[in-house]
Structures are given as structure tokens and as C-alpha cells.
């Protein structure tokens, strides 16, 4: 239980602190902590040593564990009543390359003004996700600075191989699950707003199921003029497979597909048709201005609401320059689904490769390899803790914050709700303009400070 | 005009010359006329000297003549009643990598025994096209040693570019039109016998049209989570253009495609019944059972007189290891199309480029980049100099020589008629079991020396 003059005295310690709080973020942003490298391993190392130490000075139990790759953060605060928060984050980044490409040195992190006069953070990882990691960690420093604890249990688990594939955090939360599941729900710090001025809070992230397929027909490349027409063609086997699995008005045509998807509940559709989103806009964006999926249906409603089959690769025969006539004797396909709420990654991996078994004709054949799945993840909307957090959120901006979806998936919330039997509330101070993975990431200042009051505001929420 | 008695003799000297013909193909094989490697062009030049010279010791008017890139021999003997022929060959071969599966030097010609005792010569180009070229060469000589002069008038045309695209002898033929169209037939040595024991003239050869298209959706890659369901993705439209090149029974369904295409005649039909072409062995050899073509037509009819449309190359999105979740701004494909005897290329290419074109979404568009095309060749099946041509090859062989058609496109075999108006007989003496553009190619010796013979006899034949 807090009370509003302790919410407000810890805010204004955050105001008076953001100097020092931008010289720790600048600390953490020095260490080249880029985890698909093996280069940089003792640098990813130093970030979790760098982190479990701030952790440890604000009264928490931290330590780096080891894992077979880099360490994972896991830190508890004290016993306490109310709720137990699980916050998770990654402390690894992406690769600087290409490193011309950047104006500044990318672990050399630097604040200045942006060309909309926006101050901004501007280093590999600033955004992505060490800016937004210590949103979390400076708001509990703020609460245990200004009033001596925290308003309510918090532990965190933080990762450092996210963007490495994060193959190890699964059974590293296998191996700790008593421990960790003892939380009540797990917060995520890796999203965005949904605009400058309109915190939101992630409530329906895709699930994805992806194969890969390599048809075979002949047992050598053929030549087209002594074959042509005789021998059947891997590439046009595999084009009719993949072009029977969407119908013409944008469905999918998988048997099954859409029986486990339920329609959207009017009240959510409505709050999403208030978001004011720009269907042009997002498509004009990538060049382009007809949406491309289930016909009749908003683009939103496409992206967070209805699965999709995407074709993200596909090869077979020549393809380098000039030209070769040649009939292949394979061609290979890497295809996903993006999963909504309800459906089962199995069923519909099985639902695939029937589908592309009937169509296989009965001298060639297919092969399968999976890459993954995992089911869509969808936070209660009437739970207490995301009302909370959206209390929260809105009392720090000013305006009500919005629930929204996404269409893509983080596993760590699937792993959440799977391993350790969590909800969790994605809750991000990023912006779509903060180039992450790219040259010149950013973080706004904007994110970072009001990021941290937004957060001490939120555990007052859920404390309350 | 000549007599029986006089083509006996001339038999004869071939036989006991045997061993100084194989000689001088040895020499003719030593020379390293790689056309597609610029570190061989003296080779290629050395080549053509060597071939000149050779012509010239037996009273042709020859010589390397410059192109752009490797030389053209050209070679005229002396003017003679009755017909004038123009042989063309190439003297270049191809590259001989893996060198490691060489059992011996490519470069150094060896007469050994193949595993069922057939005497073979192994050297790169000993078929394909070196060996091929001297059986017509060492004919003109005994011609001339035996009886001082050749039966009719002959002209060569020998080319050093056929293995590495042979862009510059159009032009070279455009140049000498006058001086190479004053021959009445072309004839090709660059063909198999039907099989062991029986010779074969080509006389319909498939044409083709050549096209690469390129689909841009978006204005760059995109995020599967991101995007999927909204944006249109260039690997579904290609695929989906590619499916609908085909019906399900196996025809091509570009309106108009078989407009111009002819049923072959109940005679043709019959005398490919009689050549027992064993269906099931041919496409057993790679791996299949079920020809891939119009369904109710036989094999041979789908390689030799049926219009196909195949699928060389496609590619779009991620296809290294492991998974992107990308939908790419661009999927690509390589596609050509073999035609029949009638069919115009130019109105194929528009064909098809139209039925493409119709199927781009508004947002997306299509570029194009052709690949050549040329139009089948056929030779007319009552011509005089082809059943000429076969009466000398039966006789050589003791058994009736079959006319065939080859689903392949000699691409020379269409500029003789476009350029120069001239019908060509493709006579060669080729096994498939040759290797050509493989380590250990090889000549059976019995194709060198009965393909010098049947040259002796086909040349008194077209003479008579």
C-alpha cells in the first residue's frame, strides 16, 4: 500500500536524479555486451556483472547465473505484501555493423537533439533494451531512495541472448521454476507506445509456427530441353503449393485454419477503431496501399487478430545472373504462420504438411523441417493487475493509456505463461523511429525519463 | 557424280589410315581451347591455326578469321558439280574442373577399354566437339588422298565460342552472308546416334524463349509480425503467377500457346512408334515414373513436338540457414518456354508478359529482362539432301537411319536458316553416355571411325 505523497516524492526524485540516472544508462551502453559474438562474450559477461552489482546496491539478491551461453540476471528484493512482480528484460545488443554508417561511435553513447529538436540518447542498445531495462531498475531505485523500499515484491530476470536466438532462457526458467513462478505476473520492457503522447500496454501478441519444406523430384538437375515436359518440375510443384494456400479473397485455405479463431468482442474492436489508426499511412509507409489479407477485415484487425501464412523464403534451380536451363531436382520453401489466440501450434504444422503432402505428386517427394512454434499469447482484459498498470500508465501521461495487439510474437511471454504460469503486461517506452538493430539507435530522452516515472508510478498501482 | 567403287576405295584408305587419324585428333585434343576462360585464348587461337592448316594441306582455302572473340575458321574447297555443303563444328570445349575427378590428364588423349571392352578415347572435347568435328575432316581427307578431289563442293564453318555462349557468330554470319550462303545445305556435327547401332538425323530441334521477371511489392523487406496479413507479399504473387502457367492436366495455359502449334502427321507418329523408345527407362534413369507434360501424349511427343513452359530458377526472401520471419520487397524467377515448329517467339513473350502483367496487384509491379528466343527448326521431311543423308548413314550402318527430333535448341541450326536461309542435317555419331561437360569425357573409338565412314558415304551420297 502507497500513498500519493510517497508516489509523488519518489517522482520528484527521479526529476532530480535523471543526471545520474543518464550516467549509469551510459555506463551500461559502454559495455559492448553484442551476444551473437563470440568475441564479445566476456563484454556480455561484464554487463550482467555491471547490472547484478546496481542490483545489489539497491538491497536486492543478484546474481549473474551462468547458463551454456552468456550469464542470465536474476535478482529478488525483500519480502513484502501486495503483489510480486517478475520484470524481465536483455541486456545484450545487436551488432554495430555497418559501422560506416553510424555518425557517432555506437558505444560511445551520446545525448543531442534530433532534427525535430527532440533530445535523444543515441547509442547501440539505448532503446533495444538497455534504455528501456533501466526504466525499470531506476524507478526501483527511486523508491528505495526516496522512501528506504520498494511498494511491493520485485524480482527480475534479466537475459542476455535475445538477440542471439535466447535458446538457453527456456531451460534456464525450466531449471528455476519454483523460484520464479512464485511471482504473480511478469512485466516486459521491450515495446513501444503507441505514440509520443499515448502509453499502451501489449495485450495480444501472435503465436508462430514455421517449416521449412524441400521438395524433390528428379535425382539430378535435368536439362530442360532433353526433360522439358517429361520431368516434373520441383519449382512449379512448389508454386502450386504455395499458391493454393491463400484464396482468393486473402484467406488462408488450410482445412481448420480459422476454427479455433474467435472474432474480436465488440467492446475491443471499438477501442481499437479509437486508436485512430492510419491504414494509408502504415501501408503507404512500405510502398505500398492494398492490404493484402482476409478482404473486408481493418488492417489492425489483420495484424493483431487474424493469423496469417507468409512465404519468407523460397529457392529452387538457378538463380544466379544470366540464365541456366535447367529443371532443379529440388525446391525449398521457409513458410510461418502467425498464430491468434486459440490456436494450437501443433494442429496447424500438422494441418500444413498434410496439405502439402496431398499435393505432392506420387514420384517425388517432401521433406520437412520445423523452426519453432508457439502459441499466442493474450493478457486477460479484465485483470486487475493490467488495470492497474494502465491506471498507472495514464496518471504519468496524461491521457488514457491504450491496450493494443500485435502481429508479432515475443517468446519470452509464451515462456511466461507456458513455464511459469504468468500473464504478462508488455509495457515499452520505445518508438518506431528509435532504429533499433539499425545505425544510429536511439533512445528519447522523453522514454528514458518519463519511461522511469511511469514505472514508479505503475508499481504503485499494482502495490495499491 | 560417284561410283560405288570409287566410295570403296576411299573406305578402305580410312580404315588403314585409322591410326595417323587418330594421331592428329590427339594433336587436336592436346590444344587447351577452353573458350570461356580468357587465360586459354591462345589456346583457342592455336586451336583454329592447327584446324586451318590441317584444311589447307588438303586444298581448302583456309583460315582463322578474327571475331571480337575467339576466331571463326573458315574453309572453301574447290568449286564441283552438284551440292554444296557448309559444315559447321566447334573446336572450342568446355572447362575441366573438378580436375580431381579426372583419371587421367584431360589434355593428354588416352585409348583404353571401357568397362564392356569397347575401345573409348578420353580427353576433354574428345566428343563434344573435336572428335565429332575430325569424323567429317578425316572423310574430306580420304577423299582426297584416295581419289585426288572431294565428291562435291564443301565449305566449313568452325566455330571457337559454342561453350561459352557464342554471341559473336551471328554478326560473323551477318558479315559473310553472301560468301557462306552460297552453300545449298548446312550440315552439324554435334548430335548423338539414336543409339549403338543406329544412325540418326535430327530434323526438329525446339525453340525458346528465354524471360526473367522481377515482382516488387513493398519498398523493402518487411517484418513478418509487423506486416503479415497486411502486406502483400512478391513470393505469394509469384507463386501464384508461376501456378497458373500449368492446368492440372499438364498443359501450358498462356491464351494462345498452342495456336500455331501443329499435330505431328500419323507418319511421323508411326516411325517414333517404331524407335522403341522405352518411356519408363528414360525417366526411371532420373528418378521418375510419371511424365510431367499434357497428359495422353507420349513422351517423345512432349520432348520433340509439344510446346513447354518450365520453371528454371526462382528465389525470393531468406533462403540461408535457419529462419527470418522477412516478407521481401522482391521475389524473382527465371522462366523459358521450349517451342514447336510455328510458334513465333516474339508473340510467346508477349503472351506471357501479359498474363503476368494482369496478375500484379495495383501495388505491386513486374519488370522483365529477356533472355534470348528462337524460333524450332524444322527440316522438311521430303527434302532431297536429307533422305540423301540417310541413305548414306544406313548404309554405313546396315540398318535404316531414323529421323528424330531433340526437345534441345542448337541455337546455329536456326541463324543458318535466319541468316543464311539454309536447312541444316544434324549428323553426329555421340553416345549419352559420352560425358561431355564432365570429368573423363570420351569418344567411343567405333563413332570416330565409323563416323569418318558414314561421312565418306553420306558425302558420296549427297554428291549423287
Known sequence: MTTANQTEAVLAHVDAGLNQSLERLYALLRIKS?????????????????????????GFDAAAR?????????????????????????????????????????FEPVLKSDD??????VARGASDDKGQMLTFIEACRAWKEATGSLPLRVSLMLEGEEE????????????????????????VCDTDMWDRQTPSITTMLRGLVADEIEITCANK?????????????????LAEIIASLRAPDGSVTLPGFY???????????????????DEAAFLGEAGLSLPAGEQGRSVLEMLWARPTCEINGMSGGYTGDGFKTVIPAKASAKISFRLVSGMQPDKIRAAFRKHVEERIPADCSVTFHPHGGSPAITVPS????????????????GKPAVVTGSGGSIPVAGDFKRILGLDTLLIGFAHVDDQIHSPN??????????????WVRVLASLAA
Request: proline residues 8%; negative net charge.
Open 116 to 121: 525535430k529538436g527532440r533530445k535523444i540518447i
Open 221 to 237: 538437375d535435368l536439362h530442360s530441353g532433353m526433360f522439358g515436359n517429361a520431368a516434373r518440375n520441383p519449382n512449379q510443384v
Open 259 to 277: 476454427d479455433d479463431v474467435a472474432e474480436i468482442s465488440p467492446e475491443l474492436k471499438a477501442q481499437w477503431q479509437g486508436l485512430g489508426f
Open 382 to 397: 479484465d485483470g486487475v493487475h493490467l488495470r492497474r498498470a494502465l491506471e498507472g500508465l495514464s496518471g504519468e501521461w
Open 34 to 58: 553484442i551476444s551473437t559474438d563470440p568475441a564479445y562474450a566476456e563484454e556480455c559477461r561484464r554487463a550482467a556483472d555491471w547490472i547484478a552489482n546496481e542490483l545489489r546496491g539497491l
Open 441 to 454: 539507435e536511439k533512445y528519447d530522452l522523453d522514454s528514458y525519463h518519463r519511461g522511469i516515472r511511469s
Open 66 to 106: 551462468p547458463t551454456p551461453g552468456h550469464p542470465v540476471v536474476v535478482a529478488h528484493g525483500p519480502e513484502q505484501a501486495g503483489p510480486h512482480v517478475l520484470f524481465y528484460a536483455h541486456y545484450d545488443v545487436q551488432p554495430v555493423d555497418p559501422l560506416e554508417l553510424w555518425h557517432t561511435d555506437p
Open 164 to 187: 542471439s536466438g535466447g535458446k538457453n532462457l527456456p531451460p534456464f526458467m525450466e531449471a528455476n521454476r519454483a523460484e520464479l513462478a512464485a511471482a504473480d505476473i511478469a512485466l
